[in-house]
């Protein structure tokens, strides 16, 4: 009796597999704009933050070097990976135009 139920499990675990369950291709460019568009924002509000508390440094407004020193780090090392995963993004655009159909 057992082996039947693990049969039937097997089975509908295997129907499952065969109807893959993806997104419309719309569905999928649509979440990748929007992961996009808040990635490039994320790194404009650190970019501004950065901008602002060197200008309090400047100002005298502020003694957190500290606190200064690492805002900026964080916006330089965000800028620095969004300009990488541009490049990858174009490099791979580049490979794709590069296929023979």
């Known amino acids: 009796m057992m082996r039947s139920v ?3 499990t097997m089975n509908a ?4 597999l065969s109807q893959p369950k993806t997104a419309p291709v719309e569905k999928i460019g649509n979440k990748f704009g929007e992961m996009l568009k808040t990635s490039i924002s994320e790194v404009n509000q650190a970019q501004i ?4 508390a060197a200008e309090q440094i400047a100002a005298g407004e502020t003694k957190n070097l500290h606190g200064a020193m690492i805002k900026l780090e964080e916006a330089d090392i965000s ?13 791979a655009y580049q490979e794709i135009m590069r296929m023979q159909v």
């Not at 675990?13 to 499952?16: A, E, Q, S, V, W």
């Not at 933050?49 to 602002?52: E, F, T």
């Open 13 to 16: 675990h295997l129907k499952g």
């Open 49 to 52: 933050s950065a901008d602002r």
């Open 79 to 91: 800028l620095r990976l969004m300009v990488q995963v541009r490049n990858k993004a174009v490099e």
């Open 6 to 8: 693990a049969d039937i």
